[in-house]
């Protein structure tokens, strides 16, 4: 892939004359999207994975089996004509189905609107069929077992190690992007290469997660509500569970490395772990006979957040997805980001700019700000459902925004919505509306000046008025400070 003109012609129409190379690295979900969407607008595109063909061997590396997909997700499949074929890998999941210390349980539904709902999607057979997409065209090619060792970001090469025969090669392209994920390789060669200024920050939480099953029962059929988030929230440790289509649960427990009575350097023995189970999810129990094997099988990964600062180099280079921005999976929007990206980086192609760098830059500064927002967020709802989701006056907000937007649907939408279901609106946006009426709303609570007897119309009115009140007050604070 020797090429040397890497002016770009045009982005809108059949890429002018010359047919632009581009080189990605990582075919996981935004490099395999990505490689189908640049497939489509008739670039050359070059994609290397480390790992083996997905869709030819079993890859089982601790990492999330199934994906929570939202409607920013969706409008990225639609973006690439395959929606209908997405949709017949999801299953609905209406609501929070949270659990109580006595395994009492209630349905928290995500909207008040009944059409809003987000998706557990396998991520195996959602990352196969974009393979599948992006290689029905000619213009994509996909190589597996082949390893980014470095970037050499100035002359626009990579160096690569072919895992089986262990063969060291360089190729280049008009431009790079990296996708290949939180441990990206290019933002590695980024920062070490000490050629220009470059932010960056990896924030780790103090607790990590551990992959469980709920296996299917013996008919088949699923052993505990089929279309629902579980929530088992417990103050400072929570487990979820999300439905496959085969009838089990991936089981997800989040939990401390080395605080509280149980954490994950203490859980060392099969009797500590049933007994940590037995005392705070014994509901869930009943339910995973595996749980031991399970437990002592799967690695124990660390959850972390990553932000830096510039994503491309010149017009050679660019980071996107969680190569650019990983952030935890609290929000249920990690993959939803990535996706968005590629529909935002689309657009910004439709946009007349004449270079790779003008495309980079323009790409950037729409972007990033919405990407921190998300890292935000998802940290914020950790916090949320690992305790709030049992808080009396967290659950009297939650109802009273349901019931707002089951009866003003066009009037109102909680925080959650704006994020989730509301993918016109970029996250940044989604974030500063909905804090302050989360904020509204609880302190109106608190201090009893929102009575939840008055006609909904009434606390409407009342939570708007007040909402507009914080953010005007966010934006002088803002001006003020600049």
Request: hydrophobic share 35%.
């Amino acid at each position: 892939m020797n090429v040397t003109n890497k002016k770009v012609r045009s982005f809108g129409d059949d890429l002018g004359e010359v047919k632009q190379n581009v080189l990605v690295i990582g075919a996981g979900l935004c490099g395999s999207l990505l490689a189908l969407r640049l497939g489509q607008r008739g670039y050359n595109v070059s994609v290397y994975e480390m790992r083996p063909d997905l869709r030819k061997v079993e890859i089982s590396a601790g990492r999330s089996i199934n994906l929570a997909l939202s409607d920013r997700g969706f409008k990225a499949m639609r973006l690439a004509g395959i929606e209908d074929k997405v949709k017949a890998l999801c299953i609905p999941m209406n609501g929070r189905m949270l659990h109580d210390m006595e395994g009492n349980t209630i349905l928290a539904p995500y909207s008040g609107r009944e059409h809003e709902y987000i998706n557990s999607i396998s991520r195996g057979q959602l990352n196969a069929l974009l393979l599948d997409e992006a290689e029905k065209h000619e213009n994509v090619k996909i190589h597996f077992n082949k390893k980014c060792k470095s970037v050499d970001f100035e002359k626009t090469t990579v160096s690569f190690e072919d895992y089986k025969t262990k063969d060291e090669f360089i190729e280049d392209a008009d431009i790079i992007i990296a996708t290949d994920g939180a441990g990206s390789a290019m933002r590695q060669s980024y920062f070490l290469g000490k050629k220009f200024l470059f932010s960056f920050s990896q924030d780790w939480l103090t607790h990590g997660y551990k992959e469980l099953s709920i296996l299917p029962a013996e008919n088949g059929g699923y052993k505990t509500y089929k279309n629902a988030l579980h929530i088992w929230g417990r103050d400072s440790f929570m487990l979820i569970a999300l439905p496959n289509m085969d009838g089990s649960f991936t089981v997800t427990l989040f939990l401390s490395y080395e605080e509280g009575e149980y954490n994950f350097n203490n859980l060392t023995s099969q009797e500590k772990v049933v007994e940590f189970f037995q005392k705070y999810f014994k509901d869930a129990l009943q339910l995973m006979p595996n749980l031991a094997e399970d437990f002592f099988t799967n690695p124990t990964a660390p959850l972390g957040t990553v932000k830096c600062s510039p994503w491309h180099y010149k017009g050679n280079t660019l980071l996107m997805g969680d190569a650019a921005h990983a952030i935890v999976p609290f929000y249920g929007q990690g993959m939803n980001a990535s996706f968005e990206d590629v529909v935002e980086f689309d657009k910004v192609l439709d946009a007349g700019h004449q270079d790779w760098e003008s495309v980079f830059k323009a790409y950037e500064k729409n972007r990033k700000k919405d990407t921190d927002a998300i890292a935000d967020l998802a940290i914020d709802n950790f916090h949320e459902m690992k305790g709030h989701v049992n808080n009396v006056i967290f659950r009297e907000k939650r109802n009273l925004e349901m019931s707002l937007e089951k009866q003003f649907p066009k009037d109102y939408s909680s925080k959650y919505s704006l994020v989730t279901f509301n993918e016109d609106i970029g996250y940044r946006e989604a974030m500063l509306r909905g804090r302050a009426q989360d904020k509204a709303i609880l302190n109106m609570l608190t201090d009893k000046e929102l009575d939840l007897n008055d006609d909904l119309k009434t606390n409407l009115e009342k939570v708007k008025t007040a909402t507009e009140e914080i953010l005007d007050d966010d934006r002088v604070a803002k001006n003020f400070k600049h």
